[in-house]
């Protein structure tokens, strides 16, 4: 008895899970989200950007008052390049730029620093500190060119918000310019229907629609636009890495004669196409040094 009481109870929480989850399904394919990005449901569970996007949609679908939302909008640049929005939020209030961020742990950060960092526990008192880009200069080059590509639209009003995961905590954020939010994805709601009420509505539902007309397309990047992103991104950072490698070599010097150490290439061998330090001073000085020394 006490077995086939078990297996009940078993099969009466699988049922609830399975409906629990079938819901959550619904919801999602009846969602602007899937509409305009496609991706499958079993495809966005375990990819944590595209499910940190969708959370963020969740959170802003009950605020009142006409709007839509837009997602993954490649907004092109000045060089030809193109810079992805996360989530942009046409409101009665204005237009919300929503960078979403799925860290863990303490979050460090001013306004103005390059980078910000994330404080991980190891466990027995331990930490690890990671870096990563100030996610308000991440945005700013967002908003300058969606307001670039926006220009022809006159009195818009643009709203930067950095999204934190719910695994995270905003241990010390500092904001000094008031032109950004940067909140944990569950006080998203709050945060913006605050501003929406200290606010005077600035668009109406006809330039909602415009502007959402005009915006659409940037949302559809095909494949190829998408890997091509991904490569400028790619070669922008591999560009930088070179530039501080190279500012570095700079000030090393060779140990054996004191030379200048210059970044170099190795052109034939085992190692051919490895970059390392070789003096400046060869073929006299032939001292080589590893590029992660």
């Not at 995961?165 to 939010?181: A, D, M, Q, V, Y």
């Not at 501080?244 to 170099?264: A, E």
């Amino acid at each position: 008895m006490i077995l086939i009481f078990v297996i009940a109870i078993g099969i009466i929480v699988l049922m609830i899970n399975l409906i629990i989850e079938y819901k959550k399904y619904k919801e999602y394919m009846n969602s602007d989200y899937y509409h305009m990005t496609h991706v499958p449901y079993w495809s966005m569970l375990p990819d944590i950007g595209k499910k940190g996007e969708f959370d963020t949609y969740r959170c802003l679908c009950t605020l009142d008052g006409y709007k839509k939302f837009l997602f993954n909008c490649y907004i092109p640049k000045g060089d030809g390049t193109t810079t992805e929005v996360d989530v942009i939020l046409l409101h009665e209030s204005g237009i919300y730029v929503l960078e979403s961020k799925n860290y863990s742990g303490w979050i460090f950060g001013t306004e103005t620093q390059k980078q910000w960092t994330q404080v991980l526990p190891l466990g027995k008192g331990k930490t690890r500190k990671e870096y990563f880009l100030n996610p308000i200069i991440q945005n700013t080059v967002h908003l300058k060119w969606l307001q670039t590509y926006l220009k022809d639209f006159e009195n818009l009003t643009f709203y930067s918000c950095i999204v934190f995961s719910r695994r995270c905590e905003l241990k010390k954020i500092t904001l000094t310019s008031g032109n950004h939010f940067v909140v944990k994805r569950e006080n998203l709601l709050e945060v913006v229907s605050c501003n929406v009420t200290t606010s005077n509505i600035r668009m109406t539902k006809s330039l909602i629609d415009e502007v959402y007309k005009k915006l659409y397309p940037l949302t559809q990047a095909g494949e190829a636009k998408k890997t091509l992103h991904i490569e400028h991104i790619k070669n922008r950072y591999e560009h930088s890495a070179e530039l501080r490698n190279s500012s570095k070599s700079q000030d090393r010097k060779c140990p054996q004669c004191s030379g200048k150490l210059v970044m170099r290439v190795a052109k034939k061998g085992d190692f051919a196409g490895n970059k390392f330090y070789g003096c400046s001073n060869y073929p006299k000085c032939k001292y080589v040094q590893n590029i992660n020394n």
